[in-house]
């Protein structure tokens, strides 16, 4: 009898993003407190006697031949998961499974490391893996350094390549509006010509009673790669600029390696009639009003 499984892959925020330095194998020791929002991709996994993949959604058209294959050689980062979990737990998939893809591509918003984590949860309920196993934990990470931070998907600060993750204090809850330009950043193109560095680890609050008390932490502390950011896409500097003329706006950053920026707002109200504005301003940019916490 078929199953059918649907798992949210809510979008990354890097609320800080300080790059404390480069390492030996090239990977570069970050510190970020990271949190998700109400809003993201979705992945319906059905058992089946067969093995086939179906995209759907907004950003569905953006993703390439090779990333809509399903050969073990694919760009795809659910594909990899697939094929690498499927491997650990000596099993051989026979699913129907659609993505579909809501988050922009190359915004620093995680989509595909959020995918690939959902996928992973699907597959641990599917095919009894114990998730804290330490092997499966390094399997995350090979994926994508993101990965085993969104398949938690719970707030916390992140160091080193992304592999060490503490458990942050619970956030308030905060009204967001996302911007992405449609315009994608290489992560690894604006890592390679980042040289904003932030050597001192930040200690984060044992605990946020509020949201005056995070803008007060966040205000501390940035995004050290939002220069390197700029030189590949000019737009951001727009879309901050946007988010910073709109009433109610309490603080805004580039999220991650970019493209995306988020603007967090004093009211529910200010983030809805702010992201109807941009909208009507810059039809061209996507903008998504969401709740973080």
């Not at 129907?96 to 591509?105: D, E, Q, V």
């Amino acid at each position: 009898m078929s199953q059918t499984f649907i798992e949210n892959a809510p979008a990354k925020i890097n609320l800080y993003l300080h790059v404390t330095n480069k390492r030996e194998d090239g990977y570069h020791n970050l510190d970020s407190l990271i949190t998700f929002a109400d809003f993201g991709d979705q992945i319906t996994l059905n058992t089946s006697k067969t093995l086939s993949l179906s995209i759907d959604g907004l950003f569905a058209k953006d993703l390439s031949i090779n990333e809509q294959s399903l050969e073990y050689s694919s760009d795809n980062i659910l594909v990899k998961t697939l094929w690498k979990i499927a491997d650990y737990a000596h099993q051989t998939p026979s699913f129907n499974i659609t993505l579909t893809k809501n988050i922009p591509i190359g915004a620093g918003l995680g989509g595909g490391s959020a995918d690939a984590a959902a996928l992973a949860r699907i597959l641990c309920q599917l095919w009894d893996i114990d998730p804290s196993d330490k092997d499966f934990q390094e399997i995350l990470f090979s994926i994508g350094a993101d990965v085993p931070m969104c398949f938690a998907s719970e707030t916390c600060q992140i160091k080193n390549a992304g592999e060490l993750i503490k458990k942050a204090p619970k956030l308030p809850s905060m009204n967001t509006v996302l911007v992405h330009p449609n315009s994608h950043c290489s992560t690894v193109k604006i890592f390679k010509i980042n040289k904003s560095y932030s050597p001192n680890t930040v200690s984060i609050p044992d605990v946020i009673s509020n949201q005056e008390e995070l803008l007060s932490f966040l205000k501390t502390t940035r995004n050290d790669l939002t220069n390197a950011a700029l030189k590949n896409t000019p737009a951001i500097k727009e879309i901050l600029n946007a988010l910073n003329k709109q009433d109610g706006i309490a603080l805004s950053r580039m999220s991650g390696s970019g493209s995306a920026c988020f603007g967090i707002f004093k009211t529910q109200n200010n983030a809805t009639n702010a992201a109807e504005i941009i909208k009507n301003l810059h039809p061209e940019w996507w903008v998504q009003a969401v709740t973080i916490s």
